[in-house]
């Protein structure tokens, strides 16, 4: 299907145009944008402030206590794995969006559409499409909608029967986990402030208010939370919430080194690791080392927000490409996780909680500081997180899940959803919804693993193997496979036009690089099916292993009308 389209659509390969009778037209206008739009669109620094943001939260809080269900060793090795496993998944995904929106595949896409007589343009302002070209012709792609066309367009459509089911299945996904994710910043900052307000509420006398906040249930606190995370919940663009990522990156890094501060130092001689955890601290059973995956996954995997992201640059292209907007924020997330899960489980040992500032001294000036600081900077990526969940279901809600029509770069059909107060009714209730959830479970740690462990397998590795795989499984997919039919034709042409001896040694020799070619994509494809199959192992070691262990744990919690924080010994300052 996929070959036959082609030939009958490409009919000047010379000039690098696609012509079906009727020229496929790419509107003049690409390059004028609406100014609105331009004012949506982000830097390749804000960009990677919101990739930081959306990883490093309360899954980065949870990294000791992700060590604590591996031991040092297994823990080092695995971030560092799972760290290169993420970026790799992601660089694809960016990759397959961007080839599906620009050249031979866009104009492919928008061939067959308008053969089926589906999303047809205006027939003004034509310009051929250049099947060459890397200019990104098409709309942006958001997870769902790449998975869908990777589907249906990748590797001829060979799997485009499935199109419709993985899109499915990968909008309801991303939908529960990262509504998950929602609901553990709001149990973080719940926990971390009992822990402040049982502190300074401490010896207060009967009858006052603080006596009636003093040792109050946990419970009581996400309703609270809920008129902090309203205001910044209803922020629609990704653009406008720059400056609380910018803010909330500053605050968790200066709260990280506090957190290092009272890691490296004597905070008051607060227990020491008893023999047993010192035994312990290398090498965990591996029976728990599924926790420490899902732990790790959700506090590295940034896959919802990276088509937001994407699509929202002012150069896409320098996301996964030169100069690697990607690679260098998630080197930046790696280091920071490993030191802080490293160094964290030496400090804290079977102490650690489910994040790490509840393990501070809590009788201390500076541990405060930091309670406060860190839980500022997770309460200001609430709007960014939401904003995957949010624009999902409103486009469930207006029915645009199925059919999806691809569209040029301003189309001048394009229809612009009207997001009014049907749009921001709906953002209100996903806001209540993740303080109920949080209300009812309100044991952050093992919500963290459980998201990470599900979800983020899910997500970051399980689907993205599928698409890689999908994508690449017709060599003639493959990077280099052009230059080596180029090499065969130039061979044919040299076996009609030699003659003797010179030209049987210009075919032996053109023969073996040839050879060489094929088993290079050979060696590829094999080497590349390895790696997934390792990725895949890997994230269904951490689904089945983190979701058994963390949902015991939930479910086995007592429904005390009286959850006190965890109780952590107390010094002065």
Request: charged share 20%; aromatic share 10%.
């Amino acid at each position: 299907m996929w070959n036959a389209m082609i030939n009958r659509k490409v009919k000047n390969k010379s000039t690098g145009t696609i012509d079906d009778g009727a020229t496929i037209e790419v509107h003049g206008a690409v390059k004028n944008k609406n100014a609105e739009e331009d004012n949506h669109e982000i830097s390749n620094w804000e960009a990677m402030m919101h990739m930081i943001k959306s990883t490093i939260g309360g899954g980065f809080l949870a990294m000791p206590e992700a060590f604590r269900n591996a031991g040092l060793l297994v823990g080092s090795i695995g971030t560092l794995f799972l760290g290169v496993a993420v970026l790799d998944m992601m660089s694809f995904i960016v990759r397959a969006s961007q080839m599906l929106r620009s050249g031979l595949y866009a104009a492919t896409i928008l061939a067959g559409q308008k053969e089926n007589n589906e999303g047809v343009e205006d027939e003004h302002d034509k310009e051929p499409i250049d099947i060459n070209s890397k200019k990104l012709i098409l709309k942006p792609l958001d997870y769902p909608e790449t998975v869908e066309a990777v589907f249906r367009y990748g590797s001829g459509g060979r799997f485009a029967s499935w199109a419709p089911f993985v899109k499915k299945f990968t909008t309801i996904s991303l939908i529960a986990t990262y509504y998950g994710v929602n609901i553990i910043y709001v149990c973080v900052v719940a926990s971390t402030s009992k822990q402040l307000v049982d502190l300074y509420t401490t010896g207060a006398e009967m009858g006052t208010w603080s006596y009636a906040f003093h040792d109050l249930n946990i419970r009581w606190y996400p309703l609270v939370v809920a008129l902090l995370i309203i205001p910044m919940g209803m922020i629609q663009f990704i653009k406008y919430l720059v400056p609380f990522s910018t803010i909330a990156n500053g605050l968790i890094s200066a709260g990280a080194v506090v957190l290092f501060y009272f890691i490296f130092t004597d905070d008051g001689g607060r227990d020491p690791l008893l023999p047993e955890e010192r035994s312990k601290l290398v090498v965990w059973p591996m029976t728990r080392w599924s926790l420490f995956a899902g732990s790790a996954l959700c506090s590295m995997e940034g896959v919802g927000m990276l088509m937001h992201i994407e699509n929202t640059m002012k150069r896409p292209r320098q996301l996964a490409g030169p100069p690697y907007t990607l690679h260098w924020s998630m080197v930046i997330i790696v280091i920071l996780n490993f030191a802080l899960g490293f160094f964290g489980y030496i400090r804290y040992g079977e102490r650690c909680l489910g994040s790490v500032p509840l393990n501070l001294p809590q009788n201390n000036r500076l541990s405060e500081a930091v309670k406060i600081v860190v839980t500022l900077g997770i309460l200001m990526t609430y709007g960014l997180q939401l904003t995957v969940t949010a624009d999902l279901v409103w486009q469930w809600l207006n029915g645009k899940t199925e059919n999806k029509i691809y569209r040029r770069i301003e189309s001048k059909n394009e229809e612009k959803a009207a997001k009014g107060l049907h749009y921001y009714l709906m953002r209100l209730m996903l806001i209540i919804g993740t303080v109920i959830v949080a209300t009812v479970v309100p044991n952050v740690g093992p919500m963290i693993s459980l998201v990470g462990s599900v979800g983020f397998s899910v997500l970051g590795l399980v689907v993205p193997v599928a698409l890689e795989t999908v994508w690449y499984w017709d060599p003639k997919s493959e990077d280099d496979f052009e230059d080596t039919v180029q090499e065969m034709n130039c061979d044919a042409e040299t076996v009609e036009d030699g003659n003797g001896l010179a030209s049987a040694a210009v075919l032996m020799s053109k023969a073996a690089k040839i050879d060489k070619a094929r088993r290079k994509i050979a060696n590829r494809r094999t080497l590349r099916h390895v790696k997934n199959a390792v990725y895949v192992m890997m994230a269904l070691f951490a689904l089945t292993g983190g979701a058994f262990y963390n949902l015991r744990e939930m479910l086995t919690q007592a429904p005390s009308h009286d959850m006190p924080a965890p109780a952590i010994p107390r010094i002065e300052a």
